[in-house]
Antibody
């Protein structure tokens, strides 16, 4: 079964850092682009970041310079390092496998989501 | 960025109803639209992709249509398990963007 499982969410103060991880199983991670998408409580979906199979990275303007996506194919996992967090970053973060081109993917499947709360 | 606008934001329907959800792109995106279903507290699920159409395991009562700037997701006969929020997403030009969602309620 193809599955993605996130870990690492929690409560952090503004300006703090947090690292989300996504463990993949049931497929060969190295063959796929992977992504992070977030959803503030009660709101819609916002693409955050992508890392392609060659290590090429893409970021939403709202997180560029603060978030870093990385992957470890040998460990079947990828991560999102989030620095200088702001209240506006509060959301459920989903990891997802991508299809299509890395810049213009569709997402399937998705992880279960990990809540990140930025508050003092 | 390409803006995706869904209508309505929410709708009330009954089991057996035919339901239509619209999605409009801010510029022409050919047929590069994907549709997702999300139930409360769960991750989105891909229903229809631009490349493969209806995903494996998705009931045939779901269908997608449209091109250019106007797209539609249709549920031909609403079932109890279809009450959820639906999102369109464009994969024509980066960054990928989503509609704001349409909640289908009883």
């Amino acid at each position: 079964e193809v599955q993605l499982v996130e870990s690492g969410g929690g409560l952090v103060q503004p300006g703090g850092s947090l690292r989300l991880s996504c463990a993949a199983s049931g497929f060969t991670l190295s063959s796929y682009d992977v992504h992070w998408v977030r959803q503030p409580t009660g709101k819609g979906l916002e693409w955050v970041s992508t890392i392609g199979t060659s290590g090429d990275t893409y970021y939403a303007d709202s997180v560029k310079g603060r978030f870093t996506i990385s992957r470890e194919d040998a460990k079947n996992s990828f991560s999102l390092q989030m620095n200088n967090l702001r209240a506006g970053d509060t959301a459920v973060y989903f990891c997802a496998r991508g299809s299509g081109l890395p810049e213009i993917p569709w997402f399937d499947p998705w992880g279960q989501g990990s809540l990140v709360t930025v508050s003092s | 960025d390409i803006q995706m606008t869904q209508s309505p934001s929410s709708l009330s329907a009954s089991v057996g109803d035919r339901v239509t959800i619209s999605c409009r792109a801010s510029l022409s995106i050919s047929n590069y639209v994907n549709w997702y279903q999300q139930k409360p507290g769960k991750a989105p699920k891909l229903l229809i992709s631009v490349a493969f159409g209806l995903q494996s395991g998705v009931p045939s009562r779901f269908s997608g249509s449209g091109s250019g700037t106007e797209f539609t997701l249709t549920i031909s006969s609403l079932q109890p398990e279809d009450f959820a929020t639906y999102y369109c997403q464009q994969s024509y030009s980066g960054p990928p963007t989503f509609g704001q969602g349409t909640k289908v309620e009883v």
